[in-house]
């Protein structure tokens, strides 16, 4: 750790002002004392990190919880996180993205990727990330944001008005699912980027074309042929209602930026809040409507969902017991009385899965095993119930939450992937 350190310049860690085995309340599984391998307060120039080292080998996501309540408890609050297992880093940034790394580096590849732990240099340089999912959502957000402005303000100066403003807000949805869906394989590969391409060179027209494609979406089974060949049934009743609408070369060539976006570094979690409010700012105003960041959601679930289902797990001595406890697991529900565009639902699901892969590593940890894909499961986005009255925002959270699913399959068990 001395010479992690002195690689950035510093003459030791002590002379940097950080501390090792630093003692911080409350932070233990059983809310006791716990001792952060390494701290390194916040200063003058230096926005500061906490580190958790783990033997080589050691699977790091299930550290993740340890790391974020000595980070919880800390303060003032460092800016980063590590987790490390003399392998590799996994480099979090709690104040903006929670559940996802910004960046994980490989031991062997920290020569060339030096830029990842800038913040560790005397002066505190600004990092350069590869997982900053926030910048991306933000920007994609705001331009889908746009994108409906300038659709409903050209309607609005039409003669005859083809479509409702709540058609429109239905459309804008159909199309950030199938943009988020092209980049997660569950439509062929680049299938919607070249739709968007087809209509500004001419080929062929938004009104037909997209119309078509969400009808593909919303039909049972998978198309066998033609231009929508290989396009899956997409449930949840967001395809149920089909409303055709004619798109302009400017608001094609908006949409094409956003297609060509990378919609996998989407969160979905403050996806929702930007661009409700980014398609009507006036309205979030006197509303009074505010986006809640990640890291104060986690203020919420940490205490009433994370440490409860943990101390549960942790306490469990037998098989019989660990397998009473995914019972009680799949009956738990999660209510928010006014939920928006589903963030706080969104959080809660992602992190009820990861509790969900605890008890399962637990349970393979007893019979000896290694935990299986196929028992993946029992925690469900019906599990997950929300209260509105912004028909819109309903449908924003109903969209986050088919979202979710969609990410928590793909990051279980990603070492069996």
Same mark, same amino acid.
């Given at each position: 750790?001395?010479?992690?350190?002195?690689?950035?310049?510093?003459?030791?860690?002590?002379?940097?002002?950080?501390?090792?085995?630093?003692?911080?309340?409350?932070?233990?599984? /059983?809310?006791?004392?716990?001792?952060?391998?390494?701290?390194?307060?916040?200063?003058?120039?230096?926005?500061?990190?906490?580190?958790?080292?783990?033997?080589?080998?050691?699977?790091?996501?299930?550290?993740?919880?340890?790391?974020?309540?000595?980070?919880?408890?800390?303060?003032?609050?460092?800016?980063?996180?590590?987790?490390? /297992?003399? @392998?590799?880093?996994?480099?979090?940034?709690?104040?903006?993205?929670?559940?996802?790394?910004?960046?994980?580096?490989?031991?062997?590849?920290?020569?060339?990727?030096?830029?990842?732990?800038?913040?560790?240099?005397?002066?505190?340089?600004?990092?350069?990330?590869?997982?900053?999912?926030?910048?991306?959502?933000?920007?994609?957000?705001?331009?889908?944001?746009?994108?409906?402005?300038?659709?409903?303000?050209?309607?609005?100066?039409?003669?005859?008005?083809?479509?409702?403003?709540?058609?429109?807000?239905?459309?804008?949805?159909?199309?950030?699912?199938?943009?988020?869906?092209?980049?997660?394989?569950?439509?062929?590969? @680049?299938?919607?980027?070249?739709?968007?391409?087809?209509?500004?060179?001419?080929?062929?027209?938004?009104?037909?074309?997209?119309?078509?494609?969400?009808?593909?979406?919303?039909?049972?089974?998978?198309?066998?042929?033609?231009?929508?060949?290989?396009?899956?049934?997409?449930?949840?009743?967001?395809?149920?209602?089909?409303?055709?609408?004619?798109?302009?070369?400017?608001?094609?060539?908006?949409?094409?930026?956003?297609?060509?976006?990378?919609?996998?570094?989407?969160?979905?979690?403050?996806?929702?809040?930007?661009?409700?409010?980014?398609?009507?700012?006036?309205?979030?105003?006197?509303?009074?409507?505010?986006?809640?960041?990640?890291?104060?959601?986690?203020?919420?679930?940490?205490?009433?969902?994370?440490?409860?289902?943990?101390?549960?797990?942790?306490?469990?001595?037998?098989?019989?017991?660990?397998?009473?406890?995914?019972?009680?697991?799949?009956?738990?529900?999660?209510?928010?009385?006014?939920?928006?565009?589903?963030?706080?639902?969104?959080?809660?699901?992602?992190?009820?899965?990861?509790?969900?892969?605890?008890?399962?590593?637990?349970?393979?940890?007893?019979?000896?095993?290694?935990?299986?894909?196929?028992?993946?499961?029992?925690?469900?986005?019906?599990?997950?119930?929300?209260?509105?009255?912004?028909?819109?925002?309903?449908?924003?959270?109903?969209?986050?939450?088919?979202?979710?699913?969609?990410?928590?399959?793909?990051?279980?068990?990603?070492?069996?992937?």
């Amino acid at each position: 750790m001395t010479k992690f350190f002195q690689a950035f310049g510093h003459e030791g860690i002590k002379e940097a002002g950080a501390e090792f085995e630093q003692r911080v309340k409350k932070s233990s599984k /059983n809310d006791k004392t716990g001792f952060a391998d390494l701290v390194w307060p916040p200063a003058r120039g230096i926005k500061g990190v906490v580190i958790e080292m783990k033997k080589r080998g050691t699977d790091l996501t299930l550290h993740y919880s340890q790391l974020e309540r000595y980070w919880m408890r800390l303060t003032p609050k460092p800016q980063y996180s590590i987790l490390c /297992n003399f @392998d590799e880093f996994w480099i979090y940034d709690f104040t903006n993205q929670v559940d996802e790394p910004v960046d994980w580096v490989r031991l062997e590849d920290l020569p060339k990727r030096l830029g990842t732990f800038s913040f560790m240099e005397i002066g505190g340089q600004a990092p350069i990330f590869r997982n900053n999912q926030v910048e991306v959502t933000e920007r994609t957000a705001r331009r889908m944001g746009e994108f409906y402005q300038l659709v409903r303000d050209r309607g609005k100066r039409e003669k005859f008005q083809y479509f409702t403003e709540e058609q429109l807000q239905r459309f804008t949805l159909q199309c950030v699912l199938a943009m988020f869906a092209e980049d997660r394989n569950l439509l062929p590969r @680049d299938l919607f980027v070249a739709l968007v391409q087809d209509c500004l060179t001419g080929k062929d027209n938004a009104y037909d074309t997209f119309s078509g494609l969400f009808r593909a979406m919303n039909q049972p089974g998978i198309v066998p042929q033609g231009r929508y060949a290989a396009v899956d049934y997409f449930n949840g009743g967001l395809f149920a209602e089909i409303q055709p609408i004619a798109l302009e070369e400017s608001e094609l060539k908006l949409l094409d930026i956003c297609a060509k976006d990378n919609w996998e570094n989407i969160r979905p979690s403050i996806f929702g809040n930007i661009f409700e409010g980014a398609i009507n700012e006036n309205e979030r105003h006197a509303r009074g409507i505010h986006y809640t960041s990640e890291k104060d959601i986690r203020q919420i679930v940490r205490p009433t969902i994370s440490d409860y289902w943990e101390e549960k797990i942790n306490n469990a001595k037998t098989i019989g017991e660990l397998n009473q406890l995914q019972l009680e697991l799949q009956s738990y529900r999660v209510l928010d009385p006014a939920c928006r565009s589903g963030n706080f639902l969104y959080v809660a699901y992602q992190e009820l899965k990861r509790i969900e892969r605890l008890l399962i590593q637990k349970i393979a940890e007893r019979r000896k095993q290694v935990p299986s894909q196929m028992e993946m499961g029992f925690v469900t986005p019906l599990q997950f119930f929300g209260m509105g009255t912004n028909p819109f925002a309903v449908q924003l959270a109903r969209v986050t939450m088919t979202i979710a699913r969609k990410i928590a399959i793909d990051s279980s068990f990603p070492y069996l992937l």
